[in-house]
């Protein structure tokens, strides 16, 4: 039976979302695994939107039950940090103790992004920590996220890719996802 | 024995970060829970500051191991979504099958919010879905974040609110977090 992994990202936001997922979903059969992709399943539906949408949430944790691993695409979405949907379900399947994988398509780290969130003006505090002119500190520790993401990956020794992507394939670009695949397929 | 309740959010990255987590955790006691806060523990340096971060995600892991539940800040933080940290570990706990709750200190929903990043550029598609300009499709189930966190919160029963607090105290103002409280003291 192969390993069963859970395509978590962004990617399920693109026009061509479903062109996209099936290219992922046969690279993944050719490393030798079985891929679930968010979206696979037409769901019914609902009486309201908001019962919809939970009924998505619904659907999608139960693959991530039935999954062995993640993938997990970490690219910024809207802004400077993972899309929190696919953040979610990296927690979720790290709690689940099972086979994690990350990658992201920009290869300026967490702190960088942030650095530049804030245009460069980052000080150093009293108390050691770098702060933008908001207060708020920079975590700095040489991460492609936030220190639960990327630190919940390593820690299980999952690998974890940064390739620089062009532009119009920021979400669509495949390299670190099959670096990520071959990293899963030379463990398993 | 009184329930222990992570208390996950960006206040952590606040310069009076100290203060209102202990403000946090004295509310939380005043409802009967034992609060556990990332950053209780003083976490000895590391070689180098990856180390560090891979450190202090250990620790953070192990009080959400040790937690019965989870009240997560999604108020926005650098942008229109919530703290990619507490995403994962609202995911973590959900996985957990722990109780689970979270708040907002922003009333825009999801939607409006997303709506905003694009300037209110969004039309609908052939396929039904809304889109920015980028083609990125929106989400518009009237939840105050991605469906995977409001979905994982509110299939498993636990509260979730949105209060529009002052601009200078978006972190720190404790209105929804206390209605947090407040419900799931009524339930324990």
Chains 1, 2 share one sequence.
Request: aromatic share 8%; glycine share 10%; hydrophobic share 40%.
């Amino acid at each position: 039976m192969p390993l069963k992994l859970y395509l978590a990202g962004p990617e399920v936001f693109l026009p061509d979302a479903r062109e996209v997922l099936d290219t992922k979903a046969e690279m993944t059969r050719a490393y030798g695994f079985e891929p679930i992709c968010p979206g696979d399943i037409s769901i019914e539906p609902a009486p309201t939107l908001h019962e919809f949408g939970l009924k998505i949430s619904g659907v999608d944790e139960d693959m991530m039950n039935r999954a062995d691993g993640v993938i997990a695409n970490l690219t910024p979405f809207r802004g400077i940090a993972a899309d929190p949907g696919t953040a979610f379900e990296l927690g979720y399947m790290c709690a689940q103790g099972k086979l994690v994988a990350a990658y992201t398509n920009i290869v300026d780290n967490h702190f960088a992004r942030t650095s530049d969130f804030y245009q460069g003006q980052v000080t150093e505090g009293e108390d050691g920590r770098k702060r933008g002119p908001d207060g708020l500190s920079l975590e700095d520790f040489d991460m492609i996220e936030n220190l639960m993401l990327h630190g919940g990956v390593e820690r299980r020794g999952g690998p974890i890719f940064a390739h620089r992507a062009p532009a119009d394939r920021l979400y669509s670009d495949l390299t670190a996802f099959e670096q990520c695949l071959k990293a899963l397929a030379s463990k398993a």
